[in-house]
Protein backbone atom coordinates (compact mmCIF):
# COMPACT_ATOMS: atom_id res chain seq x y z
CA UNK A 1 0.00 0.00 0.00
CA UNK A 2 2.68 2.25 1.37
CA UNK A 3 4.85 1.22 -2.35
CA UNK A 4 1.41 2.49 -4.49
CA UNK A 5 1.30 5.77 -2.72
CA UNK A 6 4.70 6.47 -3.51
CA UNK A 7 4.39 5.28 -7.33
CA UNK A 8 1.29 7.59 -7.79
CA UNK A 9 3.24 10.52 -5.54
CA UNK A 10 6.07 10.40 -7.96
CA UNK A 11 3.93 10.50 -10.99
CA UNK A 12 2.07 13.41 -9.97
CA UNK A 13 5.53 15.26 -8.91
CA UNK A 14 6.72 13.96 -12.70
CA UNK A 15 3.66 15.33 -14.41
CA UNK A 16 3.80 19.10 -12.80
CA UNK A 17 8.03 18.91 -13.57
CA UNK A 18 6.85 17.93 -16.93
CA UNK A 19 4.30 20.83 -17.47
CA UNK A 20 6.54 23.73 -15.84
CA UNK A 21 9.64 22.62 -18.00
CA UNK A 22 7.51 23.10 -21.33
CA UNK A 23 5.79 26.28 -20.32
CA UNK A 24 9.57 27.34 -19.28
CA UNK A 25 10.45 26.16 -23.13
CA UNK A 26 7.74 28.79 -24.15
CA UNK A 27 8.39 31.18 -22.50
CA UNK A 28 11.93 31.22 -23.69
CA UNK A 29 11.04 30.75 -27.38
CA UNK A 30 9.11 33.61 -27.26
CA UNK A 31 11.45 35.84 -25.61
CA UNK A 32 14.14 35.00 -28.67
CA UNK A 33 11.22 34.70 -31.80
CA UNK A 34 10.55 38.11 -33.13
CA UNK A 35 6.88 39.51 -32.40
CA UNK A 36 4.71 38.81 -35.25
CA UNK A 37 4.18 41.85 -37.35
CA UNK A 38 0.27 43.60 -36.39
CA UNK A 39 -0.30 43.74 -40.66
CA UNK A 40 -0.91 39.35 -40.24
CA UNK A 41 -3.23 40.86 -37.87
CA UNK A 42 -7.03 41.71 -39.84
CA UNK A 43 -7.49 45.73 -39.47
CA UNK A 44 -10.96 45.72 -38.28
CA UNK A 45 -13.57 48.23 -38.41
CA UNK A 46 -16.50 48.55 -35.41
CA UNK A 47 -19.28 49.97 -37.30
CA UNK A 48 -22.27 50.58 -34.65
CA UNK A 49 -25.26 51.46 -36.77
CA UNK A 50 -29.39 51.02 -36.32
CA UNK A 51 -29.93 48.01 -38.19
CA UNK A 52 -33.56 47.58 -36.40
CA UNK A 53 -36.25 50.75 -34.61
CA UNK A 54 -37.27 53.68 -36.26
CA UNK A 55 -34.13 54.45 -37.54
CA UNK A 56 -33.40 51.10 -39.42
CA UNK A 57 -33.09 52.67 -42.57
CA UNK A 58 -30.24 54.41 -41.75
CA UNK A 59 -28.65 51.54 -41.07
CA UNK A 60 -29.07 49.82 -43.65
CA UNK A 61 -28.28 52.86 -46.25
CA UNK A 62 -24.91 52.57 -44.21
CA UNK A 63 -24.21 49.41 -44.34
CA UNK A 64 -24.76 48.74 -48.11
CA UNK A 65 -22.17 52.07 -48.69
CA UNK A 66 -19.58 50.37 -46.61
CA UNK A 67 -20.15 46.47 -47.95
CA UNK A 68 -19.70 48.58 -51.58
CA UNK A 69 -17.18 50.57 -51.28
CA UNK A 70 -15.20 47.27 -49.94
CA UNK A 71 -16.41 45.28 -53.08
CA UNK A 72 -14.98 48.07 -55.24
CA UNK A 73 -11.95 48.87 -53.52
CA UNK A 74 -10.82 44.90 -52.06
CA UNK A 75 -10.52 43.59 -48.64
CA UNK A 76 -6.82 44.78 -48.57
CA UNK A 77 -4.75 47.63 -47.96
CA UNK A 78 -0.93 47.13 -48.40
CA UNK A 79 -1.55 43.57 -47.35
CA UNK A 80 -3.49 43.72 -44.46
CA UNK A 81 -6.88 42.31 -44.54
CA UNK A 82 -10.01 44.96 -43.79
CA UNK A 83 -12.32 43.22 -41.36
CA UNK A 84 -15.80 44.92 -41.02
CA UNK A 85 -17.93 43.89 -37.76
CA UNK A 86 -21.32 45.24 -37.61
CA UNK A 87 -23.40 45.80 -34.59
CA UNK A 88 -26.57 46.95 -34.34
CA UNK A 89 -27.80 49.35 -31.66
CA UNK A 90 -31.54 50.22 -32.36
CA UNK A 91 -30.86 53.59 -32.77
CA UNK A 92 -32.20 54.96 -29.31
CA UNK A 93 -30.30 54.09 -26.19
CA UNK A 94 -27.29 55.26 -25.90
CA UNK A 95 -26.44 53.25 -23.20
CA UNK A 96 -26.49 50.37 -25.84
CA UNK A 97 -24.29 52.41 -28.40
CA UNK A 98 -21.76 53.07 -25.31
CA UNK A 99 -21.63 48.73 -24.26
CA UNK A 100 -21.29 47.74 -27.76
CA UNK A 101 -18.42 50.51 -28.35
CA UNK A 102 -16.68 49.16 -25.16
CA UNK A 103 -17.38 45.37 -26.21
CA UNK A 104 -15.67 46.66 -29.95
CA UNK A 105 -12.64 47.79 -28.42
CA UNK A 106 -11.30 45.63 -25.40
CA UNK A 107 -12.79 42.09 -26.76
CA UNK A 108 -12.33 42.28 -30.37
CA UNK A 109 -9.73 45.23 -30.91
CA UNK A 110 -10.92 47.08 -33.55
CA UNK A 111 -8.79 49.92 -35.33
CA UNK A 112 -11.49 51.94 -35.84
CA UNK A 113 -15.21 52.91 -34.51
CA UNK A 114 -17.32 54.30 -36.70
CA UNK A 115 -21.26 54.41 -37.92
CA UNK A 116 -22.82 56.30 -34.86
CA UNK A 117 -26.52 57.10 -36.28
CA UNK A 118 -27.93 59.46 -34.30
CA UNK A 119 -26.34 62.24 -32.13
CA UNK A 120 -26.87 60.97 -28.32
CA UNK A 121 -25.32 57.61 -29.53
CA UNK A 122 -22.21 59.69 -31.32
CA UNK A 123 -22.15 61.15 -27.85
CA UNK A 124 -22.30 57.66 -25.64
CA UNK A 125 -19.19 56.18 -27.38
CA UNK A 126 -17.24 59.61 -27.75
CA UNK A 127 -15.03 58.78 -24.26
CA UNK A 128 -14.41 55.10 -25.18
CA UNK A 129 -12.14 56.89 -28.20
CA UNK A 130 -10.75 59.64 -26.64
CA UNK A 131 -9.84 56.83 -23.66
CA UNK A 132 -8.66 54.08 -26.20
CA UNK A 133 -6.77 56.30 -28.81
CA UNK A 134 -9.36 55.13 -31.13
CA UNK A 135 -10.08 57.20 -34.36
CA UNK A 136 -13.98 57.56 -33.97
CA UNK A 137 -15.52 58.05 -37.68
CA UNK A 138 -19.15 59.45 -37.38
CA UNK A 139 -20.84 58.22 -40.67
CA UNK A 140 -24.45 59.66 -40.03
CA UNK A 141 -25.17 61.96 -36.50
CA UNK A 142 -25.46 65.46 -37.73
CA UNK A 143 -25.13 67.55 -34.23
CA UNK A 144 -22.30 70.58 -34.67
CA UNK A 145 -20.81 70.14 -31.05
CA UNK A 146 -20.44 66.42 -31.85
CA UNK A 147 -16.79 67.08 -32.45
CA UNK A 148 -16.02 68.40 -29.06
CA UNK A 149 -16.62 65.21 -27.43
CA UNK A 150 -13.65 63.53 -28.04
CA UNK A 151 -9.66 64.94 -30.32
CA UNK A 152 -10.09 61.47 -31.99
CA UNK A 153 -13.52 62.10 -33.68
CA UNK A 154 -14.12 62.76 -37.63
CA UNK A 155 -16.87 63.21 -39.32
CA UNK A 156 -18.21 62.46 -43.07
CA UNK A 157 -21.44 63.33 -43.05
CA UNK A 158 -22.58 66.51 -42.33
CA UNK A 159 -23.59 68.93 -39.88
CA UNK A 160 -27.20 70.80 -39.74
CA UNK A 161 -25.87 74.15 -39.32
CA UNK A 162 -23.98 73.13 -42.51
CA UNK A 163 -27.04 71.87 -44.42
CA UNK A 164 -29.51 74.56 -43.18
CA UNK A 165 -27.61 77.94 -43.50
CA UNK A 166 -27.92 77.98 -47.25
CA UNK A 167 -31.89 77.42 -47.62
CA UNK A 168 -32.62 80.23 -44.09
CA UNK A 169 -30.09 82.53 -46.62
CA UNK A 170 -31.60 81.64 -49.76
CA UNK A 171 -35.60 81.93 -48.18
CA UNK A 172 -34.80 85.23 -47.00
CA UNK A 173 -32.62 86.61 -49.95
CA UNK A 174 -33.97 85.22 -53.12
CA UNK A 175 -36.82 87.02 -54.39
CA UNK A 176 -38.45 83.94 -56.10
CA UNK A 177 -38.81 82.56 -53.30
CA UNK A 178 -41.67 84.94 -51.82
CA UNK A 179 -41.13 83.96 -48.12
CA UNK A 180 -40.90 86.61 -45.48
CA UNK A 181 -42.35 84.66 -42.60
CA UNK A 182 -41.48 81.33 -40.75
CA UNK A 183 -42.58 79.06 -38.63
CA UNK A 184 -39.68 76.44 -37.09
CA UNK A 185 -40.93 72.96 -36.44
CA UNK A 186 -38.12 70.70 -35.18
CA UNK A 187 -37.42 67.36 -33.75
CA UNK A 188 -36.61 68.07 -30.18
CA UNK A 189 -33.02 66.64 -30.28
CA UNK A 190 -29.73 68.04 -31.04
CA UNK A 191 -29.46 68.49 -34.21
CA UNK A 192 -32.95 70.22 -34.33
CA UNK A 193 -32.39 72.28 -31.54
CA UNK A 194 -28.56 73.26 -34.20
CA UNK A 195 -31.35 73.58 -37.08
CA UNK A 196 -33.87 75.81 -35.10
CA UNK A 197 -31.05 78.26 -33.60
CA UNK A 198 -29.93 78.16 -37.19
CA UNK A 199 -32.30 78.68 -39.34
CA UNK A 200 -34.07 81.23 -37.34
CA UNK A 201 -30.43 83.47 -37.29
CA UNK A 202 -29.41 83.59 -40.66
CA UNK A 203 -33.14 83.98 -41.48
CA UNK A 204 -33.62 87.16 -39.39
CA UNK A 205 -30.38 88.46 -40.42
CA UNK A 206 -31.97 88.17 -43.53
CA UNK A 207 -34.98 90.52 -42.83
CA UNK A 208 -37.25 87.20 -42.87
CA UNK A 209 -39.96 86.97 -39.55
CA UNK A 210 -39.94 83.78 -37.35
CA UNK A 211 -43.69 84.01 -35.97
CA UNK A 212 -43.05 80.34 -34.12
CA UNK A 213 -40.52 77.76 -33.37
CA UNK A 214 -41.77 74.33 -32.79
CA UNK A 215 -40.03 71.33 -31.03
CA UNK A 216 -41.31 68.09 -32.10
CA UNK A 217 -40.64 64.47 -29.96
CA UNK A 218 -37.77 62.60 -31.22
CA UNK A 219 -39.71 59.27 -30.18
CA UNK A 220 -42.79 58.14 -31.62
CA UNK A 221 -43.77 61.98 -32.89
CA UNK A 222 -47.37 62.71 -33.86
CA UNK A 223 -46.86 65.81 -36.56
CA UNK A 224 -50.73 66.97 -36.11
CA UNK A 225 -51.11 69.17 -33.37
CA UNK A 226 -47.97 70.89 -34.38
CA UNK A 227 -48.77 71.41 -38.07
CA UNK A 228 -52.37 72.48 -37.01
CA UNK A 229 -50.75 75.16 -34.41
CA UNK A 230 -48.19 76.18 -37.67
CA UNK A 231 -51.32 76.67 -39.44
CA UNK A 232 -53.19 78.80 -37.23
CA UNK A 233 -49.91 80.92 -37.15
CA UNK A 234 -50.14 81.86 -40.90
CA UNK A 235 -46.49 82.02 -41.80
CA UNK A 236 -45.54 82.36 -45.53
CA UNK A 237 -43.33 78.72 -44.84
CA UNK A 238 -42.58 76.45 -42.24
CA UNK A 239 -39.35 75.32 -41.70
CA UNK A 240 -38.64 71.20 -41.01
CA UNK A 241 -36.03 69.19 -39.48
CA UNK A 242 -37.16 66.04 -38.55
CA UNK A 243 -34.63 62.58 -38.47
CA UNK A 244 -34.42 60.76 -41.79
CA UNK A 245 -37.25 58.39 -41.87
CA UNK A 246 -39.85 60.15 -40.00
CA UNK A 247 -40.53 62.19 -42.97
CA UNK A 248 -42.76 60.17 -45.13
CA UNK A 249 -45.78 60.70 -42.01
CA UNK A 250 -44.78 63.95 -41.85
CA UNK A 251 -45.85 64.19 -45.29
CA UNK A 252 -48.83 62.52 -45.30
CA UNK A 253 -50.29 64.76 -42.28
CA UNK A 254 -48.93 68.06 -43.95
CA UNK A 255 -51.32 67.36 -46.95
CA UNK A 256 -54.10 65.48 -44.39
CA UNK A 257 -53.82 69.16 -42.40
CA UNK A 258 -54.47 71.46 -45.66
CA UNK A 259 -51.05 73.36 -45.17
CA UNK A 260 -50.42 73.79 -48.74
CA UNK A 261 -54.07 74.58 -49.36
CA UNK A 262 -53.67 77.64 -47.09
CA UNK A 263 -50.86 78.91 -48.90
CA UNK A 264 -47.79 77.73 -46.56
CA UNK A 265 -44.92 76.29 -48.20
CA UNK A 266 -43.10 73.63 -46.66
CA UNK A 267 -38.67 74.11 -47.11
CA UNK A 268 -36.79 71.79 -45.19
CA UNK A 269 -33.26 69.87 -44.77
CA UNK A 270 -32.92 66.70 -47.15
CA UNK A 271 -33.37 64.22 -44.01
CA UNK A 272 -37.05 65.30 -44.76
CA UNK A 273 -37.66 64.07 -48.49
CA UNK A 274 -34.74 61.05 -48.23
CA UNK A 275 -33.89 60.22 -51.32
CA UNK A 276 -34.44 56.43 -50.36
CA UNK A 277 -37.87 57.68 -49.01
CA UNK A 278 -38.99 59.95 -51.83
CA UNK A 279 -40.52 57.82 -53.96
CA UNK A 280 -43.65 56.81 -51.14
CA UNK A 281 -44.09 60.21 -50.28
CA UNK A 282 -46.24 60.64 -53.64
CA UNK A 283 -47.05 63.74 -55.60
CA UNK A 284 -47.56 65.81 -52.43
CA UNK A 285 -43.36 66.30 -52.35
CA UNK A 286 -43.55 67.64 -55.94
CA UNK A 287 -42.62 71.23 -55.90
CA UNK A 288 -40.45 71.19 -52.08
CA UNK A 289 -37.82 73.11 -51.40
CA UNK A 290 -34.65 71.65 -49.52
CA UNK A 291 -31.50 71.82 -49.20
CA UNK A 292 -28.27 69.20 -48.72
CA UNK A 293 -24.84 67.40 -49.55
CA UNK A 294 -26.20 65.25 -51.51
CA UNK A 295 -28.82 63.76 -53.86
CA UNK A 296 -29.28 60.32 -55.86
CA UNK A 297 -29.94 62.64 -58.74
CA UNK A 298 -26.65 64.79 -58.24
CA UNK A 299 -25.28 65.24 -61.97
CA UNK A 300 -21.60 63.56 -62.05
CA UNK A 301 -19.57 61.00 -63.27
CA UNK A 302 -19.01 59.65 -59.89
CA UNK A 303 -22.16 59.74 -58.88
CA UNK A 304 -23.85 57.85 -61.49
CA UNK A 305 -21.54 55.34 -61.38
CA UNK A 306 -22.17 54.92 -57.59
CA UNK A 307 -26.00 54.94 -57.86
CA UNK A 308 -25.76 52.36 -60.15
CA UNK A 309 -23.46 50.17 -58.25
CA UNK A 310 -25.42 50.66 -55.01
CA UNK A 311 -28.81 49.87 -56.70
CA UNK A 312 -26.93 46.70 -57.78
CA UNK A 313 -25.82 45.56 -54.53
CA UNK A 314 -29.22 46.21 -53.79
CA UNK A 315 -30.94 44.55 -55.65
CA UNK A 316 -32.48 47.76 -56.96
CA UNK A 317 -34.62 47.64 -53.13
CA UNK A 318 -33.02 50.89 -51.83
CA UNK A 319 -32.00 54.27 -53.84
CA UNK A 320 -29.02 55.55 -51.83
CA UNK A 321 -29.59 58.42 -49.67
CA UNK A 322 -27.42 61.07 -48.10
CA UNK A 323 -26.66 58.55 -45.09
CA UNK A 324 -25.39 56.14 -48.03
CA UNK A 325 -22.54 58.42 -48.98
CA UNK A 326 -21.74 59.26 -44.88
CA UNK A 327 -20.87 55.41 -44.67
CA UNK A 328 -19.51 55.47 -48.63
CA UNK A 329 -17.11 58.30 -47.89
CA UNK A 330 -15.87 57.27 -44.22
CA UNK A 331 -14.65 53.76 -46.01
CA UNK A 332 -12.81 55.53 -48.05
CA UNK A 333 -11.35 58.19 -45.38
CA UNK A 334 -10.32 55.01 -43.50
CA UNK A 335 -8.59 53.33 -45.85
CA UNK A 336 -6.78 56.62 -47.74
CA UNK A 337 -5.58 56.95 -43.97
CA UNK A 338 -4.14 53.47 -43.63
CA UNK A 339 -2.37 53.18 -47.06
CA UNK A 340 -0.64 56.95 -45.81
CA UNK A 341 0.13 55.84 -42.66
CA UNK A 342 1.13 52.68 -43.31
CA UNK A 343 -0.04 49.05 -42.45
CA UNK A 344 0.81 49.25 -38.69
CA UNK A 345 0.21 52.68 -37.93
CA UNK A 346 -1.40 53.09 -34.47
CA UNK A 347 -4.64 55.61 -34.02
CA UNK A 348 -2.82 58.71 -33.63
CA UNK A 349 -0.92 58.03 -36.67
CA UNK A 350 -4.34 57.21 -38.51
CA UNK A 351 -5.75 59.91 -37.31
CA UNK A 352 -3.27 62.50 -38.42
CA UNK A 353 -3.49 61.03 -41.49
CA UNK A 354 -7.41 61.55 -41.71
CA UNK A 355 -6.95 65.44 -41.26
CA UNK A 356 -6.47 67.48 -44.17
CA UNK A 357 -7.56 64.66 -46.21
CA UNK A 358 -9.66 65.41 -49.96
CA UNK A 359 -11.25 63.36 -53.05
CA UNK A 360 -13.89 63.67 -55.10
CA UNK A 361 -16.78 61.72 -53.66
CA UNK A 362 -20.27 60.89 -55.50
CA UNK A 363 -21.87 64.07 -53.72
CA UNK A 364 -19.33 66.11 -54.77
CA UNK A 365 -15.58 67.61 -53.88
CA UNK A 366 -14.98 67.07 -49.85
CA UNK A 367 -11.98 67.79 -47.32
CA UNK A 368 -11.76 67.04 -43.40
CA UNK A 369 -10.53 70.52 -42.15
CA UNK A 370 -7.37 70.09 -40.40
CA UNK A 371 -8.42 72.12 -37.22
CA UNK A 372 -11.74 70.66 -36.28
CA UNK A 373 -11.54 67.35 -38.32
CA UNK A 374 -15.29 68.51 -39.60
CA UNK A 375 -16.01 67.86 -43.15
CA UNK A 376 -15.95 70.51 -45.78
CA UNK A 377 -18.31 70.15 -48.84
CA UNK A 378 -20.63 71.64 -51.14
CA UNK A 379 -24.74 71.79 -50.00
CA UNK A 380 -26.90 72.09 -52.73
CA UNK A 381 -30.57 74.07 -52.86
CA UNK A 382 -32.87 71.15 -54.60
CA UNK A 383 -37.01 71.17 -55.83
CA UNK A 384 -38.93 67.55 -55.75
CA UNK A 385 -39.53 67.20 -59.35
CA UNK A 386 -40.68 64.09 -62.04
CA UNK A 387 -38.12 63.06 -63.66
CA UNK A 388 -38.74 60.14 -66.06
CA UNK A 389 -41.85 59.45 -63.81
CA UNK A 390 -40.20 59.42 -60.43
CA UNK A 391 -39.57 62.67 -57.73
CA UNK A 392 -36.07 63.16 -57.38
CA UNK A 393 -34.59 65.89 -55.55
CA UNK A 394 -32.74 68.05 -58.50
CA UNK A 395 -30.68 70.68 -57.53
CA UNK A 396 -30.45 74.20 -58.75
CA UNK A 397 -28.29 75.70 -56.68
CA UNK A 398 -25.23 75.25 -54.58
CA UNK A 399 -22.47 76.65 -52.02
CA UNK A 400 -19.18 75.29 -52.72
CA UNK A 401 -17.14 74.13 -49.79
CA UNK A 402 -18.86 75.34 -47.42
CA UNK A 403 -17.68 74.69 -43.61
CA UNK A 404 -19.81 73.90 -40.58
CA UNK A 405 -21.00 77.68 -39.52
CA UNK A 406 -21.75 76.45 -35.73
CA UNK A 407 -24.77 77.75 -33.89
Not at 188 to 198: R, S, Y
Not at 371 to 397: C, H, L, S, W
Request: charged share 20%; with cysteine.
Amino acid sequence: MYRLRQSKNKHSLEKTLKKALLTALATACLATTPLASHAAEPFKIGLIIPMTGPFASTGKQVEAAARLYMQQNGDKVDGRQIQLIVKDDGGIQPETTKRLAQELVVQEKVNVIAGFGLTPLAFAAAPIATQSKTPMVVMAAGTSSIMQKSPYIVRTSMTLPQTTAPLADWAAKNPNSHIKSVVTLVSDFGPGHDAEKVFTKRFTEGGGKILGNLRIPQQNPDFSPFLQRVKDLKPDAVFVFVPSGQGSTLMKQFAQRGLAAAGIKLIATGDVLDDDLLPSMGDEALGIITSQHYSTAHDSPENKAYVAAFRKLTNNSMRPNFMSVGGYDGMHLIYAALKKAGPNATGDQLLAAMKGASWTSPRGPMSIDPQTRDVVQNVYIRKAEKVDGQIYNVEFDKIEHFKDPGV
